[in-house]
């Protein structure tokens, strides 16, 4: 295991450790068990058949992001992509997206950076989609006026929920600006100048840390902008630009209804599409963080945190989410297991980069 992943995971251990615990800390355990012995798991089956459902949209999608690299068939996408979300719930520091663009490499012998920038393109397009949806729901959803969470020193109320809607359209619309600017190549210079001249603004600082800085920051930021360029390059039609945002939106809204109907099998979480829509996305957003492999502690936090805003109580909240995180992760990390099976792929040495990815092929 290579330093980075040691250092994600002692990271996500320690944020996970620490969410799990403000999390529960106030629910008692017996309490909580006998909430998850009355959850009528029937309505896992349908739930987890729509949260697969969003996986295979992921696949159309991905697939018209490769057609510029290579056309693909429906299974030689789906594969890969499984294996990499089945990695993310098992491994810390989100190394499927790694393992993703390696595997379809050894596959089809396309360069690897090339998949990777899909990969890219694929995470923009799901950032775009969230934020803009958290906005909307947070203007469409009734919240009431009277809501108070407190946390320490800290209230949440319908004010604060406001100004974080506001916050956060402002950087859908900065992303969309840099996103449109990252695309031209005039613009992608530009930022390219400008993030490798900020190290000049050390004034204090000597040389070799400026060159340091440099090396160690700003041209990895260049690189990644690069990648990100090569994904929305493969994109030159603006038909396959909405088309690949429409499929995002898809993506997100199957998977809410996946989460609304676990809802219709616990007891206390009767609360409307868009309600749920919005708890996760702010879990989307908790999950974001480094966490432990599966993302528990955050998972649950961010649950919790959105069907407080609705006004579940905290034990109904808690029981939902340990049970929804539970059969949304387990299909995904057998589906997985199953593609690597298929397609006789070792996950070990995918997951810890034991495959050569020269970009040998054409």
């Not at 919240?143 to 956060?168: C, Q, R, W």
């Not at 589906?335 to 995918?350: D, F, K, M, Q, T």
């Amino acid at each position: 295991m290579n330093k980075k992943i040691i250092s994600f995971l002692i990271a996500g251990l320690l944020l996970s450790g620490i969410t799990l615990y403000v999390t529960f800390k106030n629910i008692p355990i017996p309490e909580l068990v006998d909430y998850l012995k009355s959850v009528n798991y029937w309505w896992v089956i349908p739930a987890v058949v729509i949260a697969l459902m969003s996986f295979l949209i992921r696949v159309v999608r991905w697939r018209l992001l490769l057609n510029p690299v290579k056309k693909t068939g429906f299974w030689s996408a789906y594969h890969p992509l499984m294996i990499g979300f089945m990695i993310n719930c098992v491994l810390p520091g989100r190394v499927g997206e790694l393992a993703r663009p390696a595997i379809f490499y050894k596959n089809e012998r396309v360069a690897f950076s090339k998949v990777l920038a899909t990969v890219g393109a694929e995470r923009v397009f799901d950032v775009v989609v969230l934020l803009l949806s958290f906005v909307f729901v947070l203007t469409a959803v009734e919240i009431s006026p009277t809501l108070d969470l407190v946390f320490g020193e800290y209230h949440l109320n319908k004010a604060t929920l406001e100004m974080i809607a506001m916050t956060t359209l402002k950087l859908s619309l900065g992303l969309i600006a840099c996103i449109f600017l990252v695309s031209l190549r005039q613009g992608r210079r530009f930022i390219k100048r400008v993030i490798l001249g900020l190290p000049g603004l050390l004034f204090w600082a000597g040389g070799p840390f400026k060159e340091n800085i440099r090396e160690k920051v700003c041209t990895k930021l260049v690189h990644i902008i690069d990648n990100v360029a090569a994904g929305l390059d493969l994109l030159k039609n603006p038909k396959k630009v909405c088309l690949c945002l429409g499929l995002s939106f898809l993506v997100w809204a199957v998977a809410g209804v996946s989460y609304y109907v676990m809802a219709f099998g616990c007891p206390g979480i009767e609360i409307s599409f868009l309600e749920m829509y919005t708890t996760m996305v702010i879990l989307c957003f908790f999950i974001s963080l480094p966490s432990v492999p599966g993302f528990w502690g955050l998972w649950e936090a961010g649950g919790v945190f959105g069907l407080l805003i609705f006004g579940v109580s905290a034990k109904e909240a808690a029981g939902f989410t340990l049970a929804n995180h539970v059969f949304q992760m387990v299909p995904v990390i057998i589906a997985g297991l199953v593609s690597s099976v298929i397609i006789g792929i070792n996950v070990v040495r995918v997951a810890y980069g034991d495959i050569d990815i020269s970009d040998q092929a054409p």
